[in-house]
């Protein structure tokens, strides 16, 4: 949400681009991971070279939420600049964040274009920062979070840009394709080590492969897994859904 440029100014003279440009780019890369920073981030020369980026907090460039792969390329790039960041204003692309200081459950759900964390805090309905959560399992920040994102985000711009076959719509439905399977395992190690649910969310073609019954006349859904009938929850003031606890997932109320 926070618009910033993190400057570099030189320690050396005449720093060509294409001597730094792979650690640049890498050293970007590495706080993504590390959800310090949002994607469509910039490098900029002028006088010297700029960083452009967006934090989901205020301060998530602060060195207390670097992992380790951020702390070495931050050594590297010592060796060339020193670092200054600067506040630029604010990025309406992206959204306010979750401050909660106690979560209930979590939800985890993306879509095309979604610059924002995967996962929602329940109680807020806001999305929660990565650094905030743990590691996935066997991994030092989250990139395996965000290749399923990218992963889905890539299906649900080829069924939203009408390429609606068979499989990019499995893909995004089927509990049980390699797409949610994926997600799916996220989702259950977060919750193991949160020790609070985190609901994976399902997307709804409402056609023949989505089980629905009417619940004090209004349409719910049939958990695709267990095929329990399952719970209207209201998450926030805009964020209903209907759940299953046995499976963890979710699914948009009708």
């Known amino acids: 949400m926070y618009y910033k440029a993190i400057t570099l100014y030189p320690r050396k003279e005449k720093i060509e681009y294409e001597e730094i440009k792979e650690l640049l780019w890498h050293f970007l890369f590495t706080l993504e991971c590390n959800g310090q920073i949002l994607k469509s981030y910039k490098i900029i020369k002028k006088e010297t070279y700029v960083l452009y980026v967006t934090t989901p907090k205020e301060d998530s460039l602060d060195e207390k939420y670097d992992g380790c792969y951020v702390t070495k390329d931050k050594e590297k790039l010592s060796q060339y600049f020193n670092l200054q960041i600067e506040d630029c204003g604010i990025d309406l692309e992206s959204q306010n964040y979750c401050d909660c200081n106690k979560r209930t459950a979590m939800e985890m759900q993306t879509y095309d274009r979604d610059v924002d964390s995967v996962f929602t805090c329940c109680d807020c309905g806001k999305p929660i920062v990565l650094y905030e959560l743990p590691y996935p399992k066997d991994s030092e920040d989250y990139c395996a979070v965000q290749r399923w994102q990218d992963n ?50 399902l997307a709804c073609d409402y056609g023949k492969s989505i089980k629905t019954e ?23 003031e805009d964020h209903e859904r209907d759940i299953c606890k046995n499976c963890n997932l979710s699914f948009d109320a009708h």
């Not at 609606?164 to 399977?181: A, E, I, W, Y």
């Not at 006349?217 to 209201?234: A, F, G, S, V």
């Open 214 to 236: 009417k619940v004090n006349d209004k349409i719910t859904h049939i958990c695709p897994k267990c095929e329990k009938t399952m719970k209207r929850i209201k998450f926030s």
């Open 152 to 201: 889905y985000a890539t299906m649900d711009m080829l069924w939203m840009n009408c390429l609606c076959d068979r499989h990019t719509g499995n893909q995004r439905v089927k509990f049980d394709s390699p797409l949610n399977k994926q997600g799916i395992e996220i989702a259950q190690y977060m919750s193991q080590q949160l020790q609070y649910p985190v609901y994976y969310h």
